[in-house]
C-alpha cells in the first residue's frame, strides 16, 4: 500500500550513526553486514538519497544499540523536500553552452 504525498518520510541522522559507529569502533561496512544491507544502500541513506523502509529502521537501531527512533531518524518536514531538491539538482545549461567552454 503505498502512501499519499502528505505522509512525512523518514530519514536516517548521518552525524548520529557517524557517532555512534566511533563509539562502537565499527565502520559504515560493518554496519550494513550487521544489519542486513548493502554497503551501497546503506551510503545511500547515509548521503539522503534514499528514505529507509521500517524493516531497515529495526535493524540499523538494533545493529546500533539503539533504543529511542529519534536518536537515529528524523521526520521530514515541509520546507526539508525543498532543501533536499535544491542539493540534490544540478544546474542546467543555457542552449549553446558546451562542455569543454572556458571562461
Aim: glycine share 8%.
Amino acid at each position: 500500500m503505498k502512501t499519499g504525498s502528505s505522509a512525512p518520510r523518514v530519514w536516517l541522522n548521518p552525524v548520529a550513526v557517524w557517532e555512534l559507529l566511533d563509539r562502537l569502533d565499527i565502520s559504515q561496512n560493518q554496519l550494513a553486514r550487521l544489519a542486513g544491507i548493502s554497503p551501497g544502500h546503506l551510503s545511500l541513506l547515509m548521503n539522503g538519497k534514499r528514505s529507509p523502509a521500517p524493516g531497515v529502521r529495526r535493524r540499523l537501531m538494533k545493529a546500533l544499540g539503539v533504543d529511542d527512533f529519534h536518536v537515529l531518524f528524523v521526520m521530514e518536514r515541509p520546507a526539508a523536500a525543498d532543501w533536499s531538491a535544491e542539493t540534490t539538482t544540478t544546474p542546467k545549461r543555457k542552449k549553446g553552452d558546451t562542455q569543454g567552454h572556458s571562461e
